[in-house]
DNA sequence: TTGCGTGCAAAGGTTTTGCATGGCA
DNA sequence: TGCCATGCAAAACCTTTGCACGCAA
């Protein structure tokens, strides 16, 4: 037989977790914690071990975090995120989704000009996000909160 | 007094071999191991301590590289990198530095319409170099080499 | 002489692995 | 019943920290 074949308590606890949180990042740590919450118990390498296969299934995807902590994100369809890129705030750590099209152009760019291919499930643009930079006392010029599917982009 | 004070053998030793890696990347097993091959001796402890005061004093840049393992590079000049952006091969590790009008195009649209500012000494692009991605038999359209100073750039 | 710098060893944290047991099919 | 999945503990890693000693100033 082959990895994954089987259904158990542990994996459907996973799953379930992950629909509830689609499109959301998360580490081992508080996918454990929180499934302990609920009265649900697995054990840390049961999780380890599911999340890598997923990875490899692309059901997840896998990156590193800030201070080398390893994030998953579950993606809704295998090409959920393939077309947009993903910011990080290196103060806050929220990782926040552009959908834009200058991405897309920059990808192009990249490929014909540089024939570098830019994988967008990979790549994580760091700095500082708007709410951090305001709590920072820096000027934020710009009003709406367009972070997550933003009307201002070409 | 202040850390950093004393001009040791150790320091001398780490420099000398920053200086001749100028803007390359490098991990802390690198450093200890070129070092010993040298017959020079030197701490790990040491080595992490001193990259961490040099990354704080803006000589080297430190980032999360592939499984974890953090890398550092030495920046010629404290305003080296500042302005462009670094992609790195996600098959060969490679990390190519690009100076490129698009990408300061792109830094300003994050800031404007996102209210996100990016940083380019910490973020960094992963995807397939022009070189591997012809190893693996993918067509290659760009002829040049123009991963370091790039004149197709806008 | 002062006190920062160094190196060793230990501790800290995350992730992987070995192995006996559990449980799905 | 067969064998994958699980969980515990240990190991493997990278990194940080404590402490005594070394050494630059």
Redesign the pocket.
């Known amino acids: 037989?082959?990895?994954?074949?089987?259904?158990?308590?542990?994996?459907r606890e996973?799953l379930s977790f992950l629909k509830e949180r689609s499109m959301q990042h998360f580490?081992?740590?508080e996918v454990v914690f929180e499934l302990q919450d609920r009265g649900e118990?697995?054990?840390?390498?049961?999780?380890?071990?599911?999340?890598?296969?997923l990875a490899e299934q692309g059901v997840v995807r896998k990156y590193?975090?800030v201070?080398?902590?390893?994030?998953y994100q579950h993606v809704e369809d295998a090409s959920g995120c393939d077309d947009h890129f993903h910011m990080m705030c290196s103060r806050c750590g929220n990782l926040l989704h552009v959908d834009c099209g200058l991405m897309r152009v920059m990808s192009e760019h990249l490929m014909k000009e540089h024939g570098f291919r830019l994988d967008p499930r990979d790549t994580i643009l760091v700095g500082v996000c708007e709410k951090c930079r305001a709590e920072g006392g820096e000027a934020v010029e710009h009003g709406a909160d367009c972070h997550e599917g933003c009307h201002h982009c070409v």
Chains 1, 2 share one sequence.
């Open positions: 037989m082959m990895r994954g074949a089987y259904n158990t308590r542990q994996k996973l580490s081992v740590d118990r697995i054990g840390r390498s049961t999780v380890y071990r599911y999340l890598e296969l590193q975090g201070q080398g902590i390893t994030q």
